[in-house]
């Protein structure tokens, strides 16, 4: 029997190569989707040994595609096929919930027949040469050229901006210095679901984008403003990882929150950065600890983002 492999998977073998060749360390497999909720899915990747693609989220309006998020560049193509084979019908827009390349590098495969929306500081840092730290392991390091036009936001979001597909409402609201200084997280009302991209990193302390304008202490504020647009029955989807209930945002929140005032009380007894990292959390908030973002390096983003605000 000869072994067929569907064109998405074919399609994938060559997004690997493709991510080699940008110098990636880590290996992505395949995308698929998953259903979360009537019209609304995830089309995300995954390997044999995590899942550690991001996610984008994709709403059916009913004769159109709404996503938030458009995956790194060399996955994007595999993405929208595997869109288009759960309903082969245009994407009226997809929004950047902020400019790392897993969610804005496959701009340029949707920009086509989508609307590519983002915040004013996503499209700044994306039109010029730009560089970050920590976005696979604390210290990595990772310099971007300028976007080309095509893969460039096409209309840009202040605070708050409302966009409609199918009678279906999306509002796409700002979430100042947070996860970035471009984050923005969209509220879904006809789904009762929303998207926050990274501003939560499920089971994790969160990265912070510390040279691209993010603050803990803007994140902790953001954490509030998304539990503010949602109920009980409310389905959160981030950037990464499975859905969660409100629930689930609560309990990070508070995780993001007490870890702030606990630092911020031992800075006022004098206590320096290498002696709170020393002391460490207390017991409760140390199992958030992940590859990604260390209890130590969580330490350091407060402090950082403590002294940006007081000077």
């Given at each position: ?6 064109p ?22 395949f995308v ?12 995300h ?7 550690i ?7 059916n309006?009913?004769?159109?595609w ?13 993405a929208?096929a595997?869109?288009?084979?759960i309903?082969?019908?245009p ?18 495969t ?6 590519i929306?983002a915040?004013?500081?996503t ?9 970050a730290?920590?976005l ?45 200084g ?21 089971g ?28 009980a ?6 950037g ?18 007490g ?6 009380e031992q ?8 002696e709170?990292?020393?002391?460490g ?5 140390q ?8 209890e ?12 940006d605000?007081?000077?």
């Amino acid at each position: 029997m000869k072994l067929k492999l569907k064109p998405i998977l074919i399609a994938s073998f060559v997004a690997l190569i493709a991510l080699a060749g940008l110098g990636y360390v880590f290996i992505i497999g395949f995308v698929s989707s998953t259903p979360v909720k009537d019209g609304v899915f995830t089309i995300h990747s995954e390997n044999p040994l995590s899942r550690i693609g991001a996610n984008i989220v994709a709403f059916n309006t009913g004769s159109k595609w709404v996503l938030v998020d458009t995956h790194l560049g060399p996955l994007a193509g595999c993405a929208k096929a595997e869109i288009k084979n759960i309903a082969n019908q245009p994407v009226a827009l997809a929004f950047n919930s902020h400019w790392h390349p897993d969610h804005s590098g496959g701009n340029a495969t949707f920009t086509d027949e989508a609307n590519i929306v983002a915040h004013n500081n996503t499209h700044a840092v994306l039109s010029a040469r730009h560089a970050a730290t920590g976005l696979t392991a604390p210290g990595s390091t990772h310099s971007y050229e300028a976007v080309d036009a095509v893969g460039l936001p096409e209309t840009l979001v202040g605070e708050r901006a409302s966009y409609s597909a199918d009678g279906k409402n999306f509002l796409a609201i700002h979430a100042p210095a947070a996860h970035t200084g471009g984050d923005l997280f969209v509220f879904a009302p006809d789904f009762n679901t929303v998207v926050v991209g990274d501003l939560i990193w499920p089971g994790g302390f969160p990265f912070i984008d510390l040279q691209n304008g993010g603050s803990a202490l803007g994140l902790a504020a953001a954490l509030e403003a998304i539990l503010t647009n949602s109920d009980a029955n409310t389905l959160f989807i981030a950037g990464h990882g499975e859905p969660m209930t409100r629930g689930d945002v609560q309990a990070y929140a508070d995780m993001v929150r007490g870890t702030i005032i606990f630092v911020q009380e031992q800075r006022a007894k004098g206590l320096t950065l290498s002696e709170i990292q020393a002391q460490g959390l207390p017991p409760k908030w140390q199992n958030w600890a992940s590859g990604l973002v260390p209890e130590q390096e969580w330490v350091r983003m407060i402090i950082v983002s403590i002294d940006d605000t007081t000077g």
